[in-house]
């Protein structure tokens, strides 16, 4: 099992970020959203992780032509799908698996989805269920909720969806299911979840309006949708790692570079706000998403805060956020994010049993957690194979010094964050 430890900075850092990882979420759906044109489509900045390295493989094993150079990929779809000979491997990307689930089920032929060990433990069935219920034909181990997934695509119906769960993953199987039906359909959600499907979609041509009453309607087009033509941003999620350790690093500061403002992809940084970090946002384009720049400053130490709400928009930063939790003065509470247990691995037991080894107080709830303030020590910390949880604690390692075990992960996500990371603080691996 591979670890590396992180040393504590020695000296106050300015960090200019223009080689953060392109957006993991926005290169999934570049992958697979090229296979709606009937034209080749063009992207730059691809994500090369290995899970969106697995969707263009996927991609290629369903018929389309992929053209790689460097970080720029053309996709050219094929005149058909055509059924794989194989099954199609999603790797770590939950992501990947739930999206391709809603795309494939309304594509005549048979389809089988797996991943690695930690993805066939990770739950399905909040997608398999209602695509079940639309008509799609999915199958798997535990009744449809563990992968390896067997899906039988075509004659998808439409349909009227309020998910219980507010997910952008859900959201966005549902969208892509909604292309193939037979009529529009309507999807509902308690609160926006990140809709970057939408925004892509309707760059395509997809007629899909939000309404007042929040129904989302989907059009289902008459004809191929118009190729892609993007470059992806930087990913914010990835950033916020930086962010969190100018915040928390005295006479520290980050700039990132090129990244996605989407609103809800940037609540972790309004939350940091909250807490008392000086963060400085610049908007230079906005045509698929609003990119730009982000500053964050120490200001001084952070204070507590509760998390009770928008917590969709910030499901996947908030293992970095507890990182900033257990410097800042008082108690800081998260509620309503029982959604953190289905992820990569548990991140309510996983961050919290690191922050008890690391000498911080915490306590722990189903839906979330208390987080008392206090110095971080330093700590071997299990990642569980979890991306989040290695780089949040790396970045504690700032601080405090720290050792991560099964960094293998990172890989997955963001390749070159031991090159950053290496800007600041020593960083050596070990077996």
């Known amino acids: 099992m591979s670890s590396f430890t992180v040393s504590p900075a020695s000296k106050p850092f300015v960090l200019q970020c223009d080689d953060i990882a392109a957006d993991k979420s926005i290169s999934h759906r570049c ?143 549902l969208i892509l299911a909604a292309l193939k039906a037979d009529k529009p359909s309507y999807y509902k959600e308690s609160l926006l979840s990140r809709d970057h499907t939408e925004r892509m979609l309707r760059g395509m041509g997809v007629d899909i309006q939000t309404g007042d009453d929040g129904w989302i309607k989907i059009v289902p087009p008459d004809m191929p949708l118009k190729p892609l033509n993007i470059t992806v941003p930087a990913d914010p999620s990835s950033g916020f790692f930086f962010a969190i350790a100018a915040a928390i690093t005295p006479g520290a500061q980050v700039t990132i570079s090129n990244v996605s403002l989407n609103p809800t992809r940037i609540e972790a940084y309004k939350v940091l706000e909250r807490m008392g ?41 908030l293992p970095a956020l507890a990182i900033a939790m257990a410097t800042a003065k008082g108690t800081s509470s998260v509620f309503n994010a029982k959604e953190l247990r289905v992820k990569e691995s548990d991140r309510i037991a996983a961050t919290l049993e690191g922050l008890g080894h690391a000498g911080i107080e915490t306590r722990e709830r189903e839906d979330g957690y208390d987080i008392v303030g206090g110095n971080l020590k330093k700590a071997t910390i299990n990642s569980y194979g979890d991306h989040r949880i290695a780089m949040s604690f790396a970045v504690a390692g700032i601080l405090s010094g720290m050792t991560i075990e099964d960094i293998a992960c990172i890989e997955t996500s963001f390749p070159n964050f031991s090159n950053i990371l290496r800007k600041i603080s020593e960083v050596t691996h070990g077996n």
């Open 31 to 173: 992958a697979m959203f090229a296979l709606l044109s009937n034209q080749p489509s063009k992207i730059k900045n691809f994500l090369q992780g290995e899970d969106t390295l697995n969707s263009l493989n996927i991609v290629a094993e369903l018929g389309a032509t992929v053209q790689r150079e460097g970080t720029d990929i053309t996709i050219v779809p094929p005149k058909t799908l055509s059924e794989p000979n194989d099954i199609l491997d999603c790797g770590n990307a939950g992501t990947g698996m739930r999206l391709f689930c809603g795309l494939l089920s309304g594509i005549e032929g048979s389809f089988v989805l797996t991943g690695d060990k930690y993805l066939r433990d990770r739950p399905m069935s909040r997608v398999v269920n209602p695509l079940r219920e639309i008509g799609a034909k999915i199958d798997g181990r535990a009744e449809g909720n563990l992968a390896p997934l067997h899906i039988r695509g075509g004659g998808l119906e439409a349909f009227r969806y309020a998910s219980s769960i507010d997910s952008a993953q859900i959201k966005s199987a």
């Open 277 to 317: 970090a000086d963060i400085a946002y610049t908007l230079l384009e906005d045509k698929y998403e609003p990119i730009g720049t982000i500053t964050v400053r120490y200001r001084g130490q952070l204070n507590a805060v509760i998390i009770d709400t928008h917590i969709a928009w910030l499901i996947d930063e």
